[in-house]
């Protein structure tokens, strides 16, 4: 089973599992300030989740790619949207970053700080 490293906590999970569901189901704050509210549920359509994610996952869907190409996000940057992402068979870190689309540059939660 793969883990999921975030916010000083180890979280298994089954192959395949999406990100965004690991994280909330574990009490992972994954929204910033008023993102917390408005968000649009998983869809792909908001990128208020952004997360940096290090280790192997699922390839960036045309959903990922499309808002991550929008501003605030850049399609040049490293991070993908927990909603549209699935943990493969490997351990993966997550790092949110401040900012209502959390693409900041400063560090809101990091795997073990």
């Given amino acids: ?12 999970c089954q192959s395949h599992a999406n990100l965004r569901k690991i994280l909330l189901h574990n009490g992972i704050d994954l929204y910033n300030g008023n993102a917390k509210v408005i968000n649009c549920r998983g869809i792909g359509s908001c990128g208020t989740c ?22 605030p996000h850049s399609p040049t940057s490293d991070l ?24 900041g540059s400063q560090i809101v939660w990091t795997p073990f700080g």
Wanted: proline residues 3%.
């Fill in 1 to 12: 089973m793969p883990k999921v490293l975030a916010q000083g906590k180890t979280i298994e």
């Fill in 50 to 71: 952004a997360v940096k994610v290090e280790g192997e996952v699922s390839a960036a869907n045309w959903r990922d790619k499309t808002r991550r190409s929008l501003p």
């Fill in 80 to 103: 993908r949207l927990a909603c549209q992402t699935e943990v493969l068979d490997d351990d993966v870190k997550v790092t949110k970053f401040e900012g209502f689309w959390g693409q």
